[in-house]
């Protein structure tokens, strides 16, 4: 079997192949067009039995690893610190396009347990509107600060509440009408700026419904799993099959501890790394169960009861539903494929 390493970059791709013990076999440069990653599939044709393994940047090799996919090649995801970590052992010493790319060949064969590519279905949609409305409204709360400061400066003590609902907008519109000056312009065009992020981040969470809500039915039966967390969670997950195990899962969204072991004693601590944006999902689903009364709070005290701090009983509580997570998506993934080969029978 032949590991071919990939180093992407924005304009150009650089491949090394290398056998079961690390070995260098060959290597080609290859310009980031569709053209050429024809061309590096013919190159890698003198290598029957072959495995890439593509440094995971999205972006950078989100196309080739599309076109090699397409094609039926078996593709896997080396991190980046994991290839770094593989560079900086080896006997070559610097930085090169080559290197790195025999760094990511090498990391592959130490790893045998790194995730396989996939291609993408409609959980890249759900996840490029998903960073498209947290972008909108990041810029609209930006934009929100801005107006608040000429609202001060026009009338000192105003009180104005939300500026994210378009009632509140309209009437603020008609008290700005009262005002002349620099500053109530340039209050006015903030304002006009934000009815229309306003109507754009609803619509966004309109499409994400409907996009959401046929596919992770039973997740959304989860209580304190909206849309907007669903969402994400399809959007940072995609298949969910492509964890081997719900303790897998834990891993990638941090919801796992840690292990420290003293001697005879051991304990766990926070786990900080993870998908960050799933830790941060199923925070939320925690947190609205524990506020709710739902069914974290009796967990959560059971193991506050059994001297928890109040942090270690939360992170016990979103380990928990990690697995709830794992199973409804799985459930729900499964649901999908059965329909698809039964087309004309109805999910239950």
């Not at 039966?221 to 969402?231: M, R, Y």
Request: glycine letters at 8%; charged letters at 30%; hydrophobic letters at 35%.
């Amino acid at each position: 079997m032949v590991t071919i390493g990939v180093d992407p970059h924005k304009s150009s791709h650089t491949f090394v192949a290398v056998d079961g013990n690390g070995r260098k076999l060959a290597e080609k440069t290859c310009s980031a067009t569709a053209e050429d990653d024809l061309e590096a599939l013919c190159w890698a044709g003198q290598w029957p039995e072959r495995v890439w393994a593509l440094e995971n940047c999205r972006h950078l090799v989100r196309r080739l690893e599309r076109d090699l996919l397409v094609a039926g090649e078996p593709v896997v995801r080396v991190p980046s610190r994991l290839m770094a970590k593989t560079r900086r052992t080896g006997r070559q010493r610097g930085k090169s396009d080559p290197i790195d790319a025999l760094a990511v060949a090498r990391s592959a064969l130490q790893e045998p347990g790194l995730p396989v590519a996939h291609l993408e279905g409609i959980s890249r949609e759900v996840r490029l509107l998903v960073d498209h409305r947290e972008d909108l409204v990041g810029e609209r709360s930006r934009i929100q600060n801005r107006l608040r400061w000429h609202l001060h400066e026009l009338e000192p003590g105003y009180q104005v509440g939300s500026l994210s609902r378009t009632a509140a907008l309209r009437k603020l519109e008609t008290r700005l009408a009262s005002h002349s000056g620099r500053v109530a312009e340039l209050a006015g065009e903030l304002l006009g700026r934000l009815r229309e992020l306003t109507v754009r981040v609803q619509q966004l969470e309109s499409e994400l419904g409907q996009l959401v809500r046929p596919l992770v039915p039973t997740l959304l039966a989860l209580q304190g799993c909206g849309v907007l967390t669903a969402a994400k969670i399809i959007g940072e997950v995609g298949n969910i099959s492509r964890f081997r195990s719900r303790a897998a899962f834990a891993r990638y969204n941090g919801s796992a501890p840690i292990p420290v072991w003293s001697g005879k004693d051991d304990h766990h601590r926070l786990n900080p790394g993870g998908n960050r944006q799933l830790n941060a999902a199923l925070h939320r689903i925690a947190i609205t169960q524990i506020r709710a009364g739902g069914q974290g709070r009796p967990y959560l005290e059971h193991r506050l009861h059994e001297r928890d701090t109040p942090k270690e009983a939360i992170r016990a509580l979103k380990r928990r539903l990690s697995n709830e997570v794992y199973q409804r998506l799985l459930s729900d993934e499964r649901t999908r494929m059965a329909c698809a080969e039964s087309p004309h029978v109805e999910a239950a």
